[in-house]
């Protein structure tokens, strides 16, 4: 079975200070995704981010950055020079496409909380 | 805004009530899942509907229940609701299975 493991379940910087949100996957499976979604205090879950298991080349979007290791299992994201609008909890997912147990579902982690203080 | 819009937004029921949240996906998506967001379980999958027919179930209770109709929205189907049950429920679509799933802006259940 697949899982995803969130370590950091509250973390708190200082407004500019960056910051790394750790995420752990384990599947048994070669073809996979995986995820990141934003839910600010508001509640919705916003996509950020989707990477297949056969591409690991890092990625950049403005002040958000992340890093897919397929060796050491993990996709963390940081955010470079954190803002108060940054704040809110984070998540991790793992989707598996193809026809079988436990496909075409996000399986997500528990997600961080991140709090940027001004 | 993600496109997908789920009504209602807030619902205060009692225990033992049953009630429909109703979820319409992005025009054009095909896929609609239903996850339930609560404290003690984070996110989990419940169901997943692809052009009008199940194709998977995750920990669904038996006490829900959900459809697609012809016109691809859903309706998730929750009765002899419990304290437990008390969630955000939420909605995402995707244009064919594989694809990114967006989310709707979730359905705040509160059973008394």
């Known amino acids: 079975a697949q899982k995803v493991t969130q370590a950091q379940t509250e973390i708190s910087v200082v407004e500019k200070e960056d910051v790394t949100l750790d995420c752990v996957y384990e599947t048994r499976d070669t073809t996979y995704y995986l995820f990141w979604y934003k839910q600010p205090p508001s509640g919705e879950l916003v996509f950020l981010i989707r990477?297949?298991?056969?591409?690991?080349q890092n990625e950049i979007s403005g002040r958000y950055s992340w890093n897919f290791q397929k060796s050491t299992s993990s996709f963390n994201f940081t955010i470079t020079a954190s803002q108060v609008v940054d704040s809110a909890v984070y998540f991790c997912?793992?989707?598996?496409?193809?026809?079988?147990?436990?496909?075409?579902?996000?399986?997500f982690g528990k997600g961080t909380k991140l709090s940027v203080i001004p | 805004d993600s496109g997908v819009t789920q009504t209602p937004k807030h619902l205060i029921t009692a225990t033992g009530q049953r009630v429909t949240l109703r979820c319409s996906p992005r025009?054009?998506?095909?896929?609609v899942y239903w996850y339930q967001q609560s404290l003690d379980q984070g996110l989990q999958f419940l169901i997943h509907?692809?052009?009008?027919?199940?194709?998977a179930k995750g920990n669904i209770l038996e006490r829900f229940s959900a459809q697609q109709f012809p016109d691809l929205h859903s309706e998730l189907n929750l009765s002899s609701l419990e304290l437990g049950d008390s969630a955000l429920y939420f909605c995402?679509?995707?244009?064919?299975?594989?694809?990114?799933?967006?989310f709707g802006p979730g359905t705040r259940l509160l059973v008394l």
């Open positions: 997912a793992l989707f598996l496409a193809y026809s079988g147990a436990g496909s075409y579902q996000l399986t």
């Open positions: 509907y692809y052009n009008g027919e199940e194709r």
């Open positions: 995402a679509s995707s244009r064919t299975e594989a694809e990114t799933q967006y």
């Open positions: 025009s054009g998506d095909l896929s």
């Open positions: 990477r297949n298991s056969f591409d690991e």
